[in-house]
């Protein structure tokens, strides 16, 4: 059986220091590296340490990237770029790699003449085969003369020498508009000496941002790169796969991940390349192992995790979509709906990673052909197969784990498919029919932007999906859809860049099931009639409607009475219409697909979908401020567990369901512990990635705290170390007698808090020159910035005796979150002692004296809820963490009850 191809990937694809790499390429089970000269150049390592690294680790270094501006270039520029070669030269026999690339000139040195081209590329082969080794020159896009492979191949060819040949890079090949890769095949394959492979989103005029920004790795772009390898691999050519892409993302990313995802898109280019290459090839990309993907029949079920809080609004919505409650898990608190071949299972047992209050989908199943098969496939693509707990006589399902924390489940056809619906005790029949659903027709997840590449591949290539298309995008909002060949498993992907995933910020990561019906009009109908929460669409989009297609008036008329949405293309017709959110994150959708129709929401019904969502969220939200549904999210302050370190507190948050942390960057007092971000880089680095790890974000960092004294430019790290962690705003207090003085002061900080993105929240306590509510107005007021805010601190308010009326007369956009918390109802009358209470002795909502229903009332709705409540003698007995979980489980109780 010939052998394998040899994978290989560039160092410069991959973020971190040159061994993060090194042990990121050899985990993912890449066989070679690209050495780039930036990352040789800024390692510690000698070269003949980084090669010892390498063997170590079962890597070699196929090649080293890059020298440049070598050909056609003045006599004494040659002479300078003969020398700088001899030491490159003196490096590759000591990494022990023979192939050195070369770029087109870009120096405005070079001029356009092929034959002095030839010429000293020729000088520097003659040299290179002396050391044993050779030259693998590159037609860049974006070079000033030579940018296309013919071009370069003419050079080549006139230069003559056999220590000469070419490396031919995808990406320069196929970014230009027009370009025919046919072409390749004329090449002899032992004149083509490297191979890089790298995808785009497609042609584009501005080659070098494209090529040095935001290549992608192979399967997520618009390249034809299985037909591109094809046509290399026809000339003979046997060297390795090699991936070169630079994307600013997977550059910031965790090695490993990146790694993990370059290999599986080299795998399933081999895959996809093995159908159209020639034979000899053809044997060659199949022998690498990867087991063909079973086939799927279909979503089996869909699984979404819920609370006490979200779970029972979910459930009711499916009881008006028509489904039924026919289940529960034998062992487990989850419950089975189901409609036809629709199952949603409702999984209430405690989620650390979700926020409480939210629906999430946690797990999907889907039907294969072969589960063995498709497991064995996941192991090879490096995706963990995740171990299920489980009960004597319970079905034993094997499940994946998906990069976005998703289970993925995989079911056997055939007449055993639904074994697993025998760890259900069957529930009482409940009355009633369905509403015409027949099955799940899709999925659709948001995902970080950081992310977004890495799950697309998951499902792409792990479960064999197809690329659909890259979804237009609509606004900022960027998709991708993937399907099986029978268009039976449909899954879609989407990313807000620009706010990691969230449709705005009342919207966090949106998540739809879709399910299918044969009857849309029919299904709204009934499922409206049955008190379904079915979102309305404005009349202003039936009106565009009308007037993009020649629909009758009649059937215009239906879709508006249903808010039934509407689209066409040349392959047939959609009609789609979707639930409120439930639980702020996850809503249904009904959709009816009309002949030849395999697209999902239009250019135009998106938007309009997605705008009704969050109008209608918004009035959810404000509408139920004084109810006991209303969610908030919570953030943990820092005082509140003051003995946690930041990666400490950040671990305490995410287990006990806040959603941000308050961080405290100074020291207020002698006493306290302090954490110095601002000036210690492992800390910072670990509290990052503890808040990747837990997705737990930072709402707030303290204190800007600016007395007579003090200076705000003094503030600067401290700014910018809130602004790397994420921070949004900053809490900022104004112990200074002089109006005038603290006024400037504090619109200087928040003049240099705004570019950084973040607010400045004055704060009031009753003790400092700035007591109470009309201080901090008169402050904002005249420091007059766009950034700047009032932080209502619930003791604070109280003890200075502000008033609530005045408070609600505030601008809105002045609040961006609030302490929230109790106090004793004797106030004590001393500073000492207000200052005591609200360090040590502050008391969960409800168990004090402060009118907390009322303060909080006052404010905008839908504000962080930041818990701010130090218990000294509590956090004693319990320690800081569990005190954080009573915090949060007290707070929401006491919510509840209002």
């Given at each position: 059986m010939?052998s394998?191809?040899?994978?290989s990937?560039?160092t410069?694809c991959?973020?971190?220091?040159?061994?993060?790499?090194?042990?990121a390429?050899?985990?993912?089970?890449?066989?070679?590296?690209?050495?780039?000269?930036n990352d040789?150049?800024?390692?510690?390592?000698s070269?003949?340490?980084?090669k010892?690294?390498c063997?170590r680790?079962?890597?070699?270094?196929d090649?080293?990237?890059?020298l440049?501006?070598?050909?056609?270039?003045?006599?004494?520029?040659?002479?300078?770029?003969?020398?700088?070669?001899?030491?490159?030269?003196?490096?590759?026999?000591q990494?022990?790699?023979?192939?050195?690339l070369?770029?087109?000139s870009t120096?405005a040195?070079?001029?356009?003449?092929?034959d002095?081209?030839a010429?000293?590329?020729?000088?520097?082969?003659v040299?290179?085969?002396?050391?044993?080794?050779?030259?693998?020159?590159?037609?860049?896009?974006?070079?000033?003369?030579?940018?296309?492979?013919?071009h370069?191949?003419?050079?080549?060819?006139?230069a003559?020498?056999?220590?000469?040949?070419?490396?031919?890079?995808?990406?320069?090949?196929l970014?230009?508009?027009?370009?025919?890769p046919?072409?390749?095949?004329?090449i002899?394959?032992?004149?083509?000496?490297?191979?890089?492979?790298?995808?785009?989103?497609?042609?584009?005029a501005?080659?070098?941002?494209?090529?040095?920004?935001h290549?992608?790795?192979p399967?997520?772009?618009?390249?034809?790169?299985?037909?591109?390898?094809?046509?290399?691999?026809?000339?003979?050519?046997?060297?390795?796969?090699?991936?070169?892409?630079?994307?600013?993302?997977y550059?910031?990313?965790?090695?490993?991940?990146?790694?993990?995802?370059?290999?599986?898109?080299?795998?399933?280019?081999?895959?996809?390349?093995?159908?159209?290459a020639?034979p000899?090839?053809?044997d060659?990309?199949?022998?690498?192992?990867?087991?063909?993907?079973?086939?799927?029949?279909?979503i089996?079920?869909?699984?979404?995790?819920?609370?006490?809080i979200?779970?029972?609004?979910?459930?009711?919505?499916?009881?008006?979509?028509?489904?039924a409650?026919?289940?529960?898990?034998r062992?487990?608190?989850?419950?089975?709906?189901?409609?036809?071949?629709?199952?949603?299972?409702l999984?209430?047992?405690?989620?650390?990673?979700?926020?409480?209050?939210?629906a999430?989908?946690?797990?999907?199943?889907?039907?294969?052909?072969?589960?063995?098969?498709?497991?064995r496939?996941?192991?090879?693509?490096?995706?963990?197969?995740?171990?299920?707990?489980?009960?004597?006589?319970e079905?034993e399902?094997?499940?994946?784990?998906?990069?976005?924390?998703?289970?993925?489940?995989?079911?056997r056809t055939?007449?055993?498919?639904?074994?697993w619906?025998?760890?259900?005790?069957?529930?009482?029949?409940?009355?009633?029919?369905?509403?015409?659903?027949?099955?799940?027709?899709?999925?659709?997840?948001?995902?970080?932007?950081d992310?977004?590449?890495?799950?697309?591949?998951?499902?792409?290539?792990?479960?064999?999906?197809?690329?659909?298309?890259?979804?237009?995008?609509?606004?900022?909002?960027?998709?991708?859809?993937?399907?099986?060949?029978?268009?039976?498993?449909?899954?879609t992907?989407?990313t807000?860049?620009?706010?990691?995933?969230?449709?705005?910020?009342?919207?966090?990561?949106?998540?739809?099931v879709?399910?299918?019906t044969?009857?849309?009009?029919?299904?709204?109908?009934a499922m409206?009639?049955r008190g379904a929460?079915l979102?309305?669409i404005?009349?202003?989009?039936?009106?565009?409607?009308?007037?993009?297609?020649?629909?009758?008036?009649?059937?215009?008329?239906?879709?508006?009475?249903n808010?039934?949405?509407?689209?066409?293309?040349?392959?047939g017709?959609?009609l789609h219409?979707?639930?409120?959110?439930?639980?702020?994150r996850?809503?249904?959708?009904?959709?009816?697909?009309?002949?030849?129709?395999?697209?999902?929401?239009?250019?135009?019904?998106?938007?309009?979908?997605?705008?009704?969502?969050?109008?209608?969220?918004?009035?959810?939200?404000r509408?139920?401020?004084?109810?006991a549904?209303?969610?908030?999210?919570?953030?943990?302050?820092?005082?509140?567990?003051?003995?946690?370190?930041?990666?400490?507190?950040?671990?305490?948050?995410?287990?006990?369901?806040y959603?941000?942390?308050?961080?405290?960057?100074?020291?207020?007092?002698p006493?306290?512990?302090?954490y110095?971000?601002?000036?210690?880089?492992?800390?910072?680095?670990t509290?990052?990635?503890?808040?990747?790890?837990?997705?737990?974000?930072?709402?707030?960092?303290?204190?800007?705290?600016?007395?007579?004294?003090?200076?705000?430019r003094?503030?600067?790290r401290?700014?910018?170390?809130?602004?790397?962690?994420?921070?949004r705003?900053?809490?900022?207090?104004?112990p200074?007698?002089?109006?005038?003085?603290?006024?400037?002061?504090?619109?200087?900080?928040?003049?240099?808090?705004?570019?950084?993105?973040?607010?400045v929240?004055?704060e009031f306590?009753?003790?400092?020159?700035t007591?109470?509510?009309?201080?901090?107005?008169?402050?904002?007021?005249?420091?007059?910035?766009?950034?700047?805010?009032?932080?209502v601190?619930?003791l604070?308010?109280?003890?200075?005796?502000?008033?609530?009326?005045?408070?609600?007369?505030?601008?809105?956009?002045?609040?961006?979150?609030?302490?929230?918390?109790?106090?004793p109802?004797?106030?004590?009358?001393?500073?000492?002692?207000?200052?005591?209470?609200?360090?040590?002795?502050?008391?969960?909502?409800?168990?004090?004296?402060?009118?907390?229903?009322?303060?909080?009332?006052?404010?905008?709705?839908?504000?962080?809820?930041?818990?701010?409540?130090?218990?000294?003698?509590?956090?004693?007995?319990?320690?800081?963490?569990?005190?954080a979980?009573?915090?949060i489980?007290?707070?929401?109780?006491?919510?509840?009850?209002?």
């Amino acid at each position: 059986m010939a052998s394998s191809y040899r994978l290989s990937i560039a160092t410069s694809c991959l973020s971190g220091a040159l061994d993060d790499k090194l042990a990121a390429a050899a985990a993912a089970r890449f066989h070679g590296i690209e050495l780039a000269d930036n990352d040789l150049v800024a390692s510690s390592w000698s070269p003949d340490r980084i090669k010892q690294e390498c063997d170590r680790r079962g890597l070699t270094i196929d090649a080293y990237q890059l020298l440049s501006d070598v050909e056609a270039v003045p006599p004494q520029v040659f002479a300078a770029t003969l020398r700088r070669a001899e030491r490159t030269f003196d490096l590759l026999e000591q990494l022990g790699t023979r192939t050195l690339l070369v770029g087109s000139s870009t120096s405005a040195d070079a001029v356009d003449d092929d034959d002095l081209a030839a010429e000293q590329l020729h000088a520097l082969a003659v040299r290179a085969e002396h050391r044993g080794l050779r030259i693998a020159y590159e037609a860049q896009a974006w070079g000033r003369f030579v940018s296309t492979i013919p071009h370069a191949w003419r050079i080549v060819r006139r230069a003559g020498h056999r220590a000469l040949g070419l490396c031919l890079d995808s990406f320069h090949v196929l970014s230009p508009a027009g370009s025919d890769p046919a072409g390749l095949r004329v090449i002899p394959g032992e004149k083509v000496f490297h191979l890089q492979l790298a995808d785009a989103s497609g042609p584009t005029a501005n080659v070098v941002e494209g090529g040095r920004h935001h290549r992608l790795f192979p399967g997520l772009g618009s390249f034809d790169l299985a037909t591109f390898l094809a046509h290399v691999l026809s000339t003979g050519y046997g060297g390795p796969l090699s991936l070169d892409v630079l994307n600013d993302v997977y550059r910031q990313a965790d090695p490993r991940h990146a790694a993990i995802d370059g290999m599986r898109s080299l795998l399933a280019l081999q895959e996809s390349a093995g159908a159209v290459a020639p034979p000899p090839a053809r044997d060659r990309l199949r022998s690498g192992g990867l087991p063909p993907a079973p086939e799927l029949s279909g979503i089996v079920f869909t699984e979404v995790a819920v609370d006490e809080i979200s779970g029972p609004a979910v459930a009711r919505a499916l009881a008006a979509l028509g489904f039924a409650h026919v289940g529960q898990h034998r062992s487990k608190p989850v419950q089975l709906w189901q409609q036809a071949e629709a199952r949603i299972l409702l999984n209430f047992a405690a989620q650390r990673t979700v926020t409480p209050g939210t629906a999430t989908i946690c797990a999907l199943a889907v039907e294969s052909a072969d589960p063995d098969a498709s497991t064995r496939r996941a192991e090879q693509l490096l995706a963990p197969v995740l171990p299920r707990l489980r009960e004597p006589q319970e079905a034993e399902l094997t499940s994946i784990a998906a990069p976005d924390g998703i289970a993925v489940f995989l079911v056997r056809t055939g007449p055993d498919r639904d074994s697993w619906i025998q760890d259900f005790v069957p529930a009482p029949a409940p009355a009633g029919g369905g509403t015409g659903i027949t099955g799940t027709d899709h999925l659709s997840l948001t995902d970080e932007v950081d992310d977004f590449d890495e799950a697309a591949l998951f499902y792409r290539v792990v479960l064999g999906l197809r690329a659909a298309g890259i979804v237009a995008p609509f606004g900022l909002i960027r998709s991708r859809a993937a399907a099986d060949p029978g268009h039976r498993v449909r899954i879609t992907l989407s990313t807000a860049a620009l706010r990691r995933g969230d449709w705005a910020p009342v919207i966090p990561s949106p998540q739809h099931v879709a399910f299918a019906t044969d009857d849309a009009l029919a299904s709204a109908a009934a499922m409206r009639a049955r008190g379904a929460p079915l979102l309305a669409i404005p009349d202003n989009y039936y009106a565009d409607l009308e007037a993009r297609f020649d629909l009758s008036a009649h059937f215009v008329a239906a879709l508006r009475a249903n808010s039934v949405l509407y689209d066409r293309d040349e392959h047939g017709a959609y009609l789609h219409f979707y639930t409120e959110m439930l639980g702020s994150r996850v809503f249904f959708a009904v959709v009816q697909r009309i002949d030849g129709y395999t697209g999902y929401d239009g250019p135009v019904s998106a938007p309009v979908r997605m705008a009704a969502h969050r109008q209608r969220r918004l009035v959810t939200l404000r509408g139920s401020s004084t109810g006991a549904s209303v969610r908030h999210d919570f953030s943990l302050a820092h005082l509140t567990a003051l003995s946690l370190s930041p990666p400490e507190l950040v671990d305490a948050a995410a287990e006990a369901g806040y959603r941000y942390v308050g961080l405290r960057l100074t020291r207020v007092t002698p006493q306290e512990p302090h954490y110095p971000l601002a000036t210690d880089p492992a800390l910072l680095r670990t509290t990052k990635l503890r808040l990747a790890a837990t997705g737990i974000e930072v709402l707030d960092i303290e204190l800007a705290r600016i007395s007579p004294d003090d200076d705000p430019r003094d503030l600067e790290r401290f700014l910018d170390a809130g602004a790397e962690l994420g921070a949004r705003h900053v809490i900022a207090q104004l112990p200074d007698p002089d109006r005038n003085r603290k006024i400037e002061r504090f619109a200087r900080l928040c003049e240099m808090a705004r570019p950084r993105g973040l607010t400045v929240d004055l704060e009031f306590p009753s003790w400092t020159e700035t007591p109470d509510l009309n201080a901090a107005v008169r402050v904002l007021r005249g420091a007059g910035q766009p950034n700047a805010g009032i932080l209502v601190d619930l003791l604070h308010f109280a003890r200075s005796g502000s008033s609530i009326a005045d408070l609600r007369q505030l601008p809105a956009e002045w609040f961006h979150f609030v302490h929230v918390c109790d106090a004793p109802p004797a106030v004590p009358p001393t500073n000492e002692g207000l200052i005591h209470t609200a360090r040590f002795e502050r008391l969960f909502p409800g168990e004090g004296g402060i009118d907390v229903h009322g303060i909080l009332d006052a404010l905008p709705a839908g504000l962080p809820y930041a818990l701010e409540i130090p218990r000294a003698t509590l956090v004693a007995q319990v320690g800081g963490k569990e005190h954080a979980r009573q915090a949060i489980t007290a707070t929401r109780d006491y919510l509840r009850r209002r």
